[in-house]
């Protein structure tokens, strides 16, 4: 932590840490480089975090037609979680009319196979409401342990994907600074020591991060589930003092979105 910041409360004199402050574990090889660490095949789970824009012009068709679309459009969304269970399908839906300009809603999905999402994709391409649609932003990502937060004793945090549990998810791309991966491995693994600590009193807030390294623009995509917003914006406030935010690059576009079923995105739609 620099002088700026100062020494956090709860701090004892000699102590290089927060009093209750859980001891961490460094990764000394956090890639794999200097080890030669074996590539990881191991099952993992993708994210799709797909928005949608409506025409404006599908409004203007009659109330009946509408209908008969949006049913359709349903139907279509939703089979697509008639598949075995092996597949590891999963849907949350939310709505974004209201509080993002570019985007009316979004479908965040989850499954084992990348081409579950193109068969989703597919599906609603083939309906007539399909038409009406456009994608502003499209975000992929991957499940994995997390090196930062698994190294406290005992935790299993970083393990579990909990999707879609609150009434709002805030979802961002991330990028860190190329001068982040050249820093040593405990001068990261303080830094986010402290963005952990820093996050701790934030219960009602629960983080899903996910890594895009090389198979999308940005480097992970965090979506912060909660049933309290303004939880999450004074988490974020607080997160703005921690040094790691020195080494953020991007975090934008952030989206609020709202979850609805199916039926009530549409209804909210036209």
Same mark, same amino acid.
């Given at each position: 932590?620099?002088?700026?910041?100062?020494?956090?409360q709860?701090? @004892?004199?000699?102590?290089g840490?927060?009093?209750?402050?859980?001891?961490?574990?460094?990764? #000394?090889?956090?890639?794999?480089? +200097?080890?030669?660490?074996?590539?990881?095949?191991?099952?993992?789970?993708?994210?799709?975090?797909?928005?949608?824009?409506?025409?404006?012009?599908?409004?203007?068709?009659?109330?009946?037609?509408?209908?008969?679309? *949006?049913?359709?459009?349903?139907?279509?969304?939703?089979?697509?979680?008639?598949?075995?269970?092996?597949a590891? &399908?999963?849907?949350?839906?939310?709505?974004?009319?209201?509080?993002?300009?570019?985007?009316?809603?979004?479908?965040?999905?989850?499954?084992?196979?990348?081409?579950?999402?193109?068969?989703?994709?597919?599906?609603?391409?083939?309906?007539?409401?399909?038409?009406y649609?456009?994608?502003?932003?499209?975000?992929? !990502?991957?499940?994995? &342990?997390?090196?930062?937060?698994?190294?406290?004793?005992? !935790?299993?945090?970083?393990?579990?994907? #909990? @999707?879609g549990e609150?009434?709002?998810?805030?979802?961002?791309?991330?990028?860190?600074? &190329?001068?982040?991966?050249?820093?040593?491995?405990?001068? &990261?693994q303080?830094?986010?020591?402290?963005?952990?600590? %820093?996050?701790?009193?934030? *219960?009602? +807030?629960? #983080?899903?991060?996910?890594?895009?390294?090389?198979?999308?623009?940005?480097?992970?995509? +965090? %979506?912060?589930?909660?049933?309290?917003?303004q939880?999450?914006v004074?988490?974020?406030?607080?997160?703005?003092?921690?040094?790691?935010?020195?080494?953020?690059?991007?975090?934008?576009?952030?989206?609020?979105?709202?979850?609805?079923?199916?039926?009530?995105?549409?209804?909210d739609?036209?």
């Open positions: 932590m620099s002088e700026e910041h100062g020494k956090p709860g701090v @004892p004199e000699g102590s840490r927060p009093s209750g402050r859980p001891r961490m574990m460094v990764d #000394l090889d956090p890639s794999g480089q +200097v080890s030669q660490r074996d590539p990881d095949r191991a099952r993992r789970q993708y994210l799709n975090y797909a928005f949608y824009r409506l025409d404006p012009a599908f409004r203007r068709l009659p109330r009946e037609e509408q209908a008969e679309l *949006k049913r359709e459009f349903e139907q279509a969304v939703m089979g697509w979680l008639d598949a075995p269970a092996e590891g &399908r999963i849907l949350r839906t939310y709505s974004t009319v209201g509080v993002r300009s570019e985007a009316d809603f979004m479908f965040w999905r989850m499954a084992f196979d990348l081409r579950d999402f193109q068969e989703a994709q597919a599906r609603i391409n083939r309906t007539r409401m399909g038409g649609l456009t994608q502003p932003h499209n975000f992929i !990502s991957m499940q994995k &342990r997390s090196q930062y937060v698994n190294r406290i004793e005992g !935790s299993g945090h970083g393990l579990e994907l #909990l @999707p609150g009434t709002y998810l805030f979802v961002y791309p991330f990028v860190k600074t &190329r001068a982040w991966y050249d820093l040593s491995p405990h001068a &990261r303080g830094m986010m020591d402290e963005h952990i600590y %820093a996050s701790g009193p934030f *219960k009602g +807030v629960r #983080l899903n991060t996910s890594y895009s390294y090389g198979i999308d623009d940005q480097e992970f995509v +965090v %979506a912060f589930d909660s049933d309290y917003p939880e999450f004074d988490l974020v406030g607080r997160l703005r003092y921690t040094e790691a935010s020195l080494y953020t690059q991007r975090d934008t576009p952030m989206f609020t979105c709202i979850k609805k079923d199916v039926a009530g995105i549409l209804e739609l036209a």
